[in-house]
Nanobody, 124 residues
Framework: VQLQASGGGLVQAGGSLRLSCAASGRTFINYAMGWFRQAPGKEREFVAATVRSGGAPFYGDSVKGRFTFSRDSAKNTVFLQMNSLKPEDTAVYFC??????????????????WGQGTLVTVSS
């Protein structure tokens, strides 16, 4: 199983980026897929996810209203549209997949598979 994330880069505050993560090796239609991020010196934190394809997305409090999570089951791919970016959004963003359920969707320990990460840098 491989998760390949892409789309990171350098953007000014207020700008937008769209991250993509393509999964290969198995399908994750009935599994959770999502995004976490880790800033230097900080814990990896939950950003967004759904527990299955077609399910309603969950968001971390710091990104609600600015980020939009989506899944394309046919392509086994998830996306993260990030708008109104702030310097504090600067981090390595990781896509993840696994057996998380509604009560554990925000817990990184509930995800079995991780991508390599893509760096997002937001300048002020």
């Amino acid at each position: 199983v491989q998760l390949q994330a892409s789309g990171g880069g350098l953007v000014q505050a207020g700008g937008s980026l769209r991250l993509s993560c393509a999964a290969s090796g198995r399908t994750f239609i009935n599994y959770a897929m999502g995004w976490f991020r880790q800033a230097p010196g900080k814990e990896r934190e939950f950003v967004a996810a759904t527990v299955r394809s077609g399910g309603a997305p969950f968001y971390g409090d710091s990104v609600k209203g600015r980020f939009t999570f989506s899944r394309d089951s046919a392509k086994n791919t998830v996306f993260l549209q990030m708008n109104s970016l702030k310097p504090e959004d600067t981090a390595v963003y990781f896509c993840a997949a696994g057996s998380a359920i509604l009560s554990t969707v925000r817990q990184k320990s509930s995800y079995n598979y991780w991508g390599q990460g893509t760096l997002v840098t937001v300048s002020s």
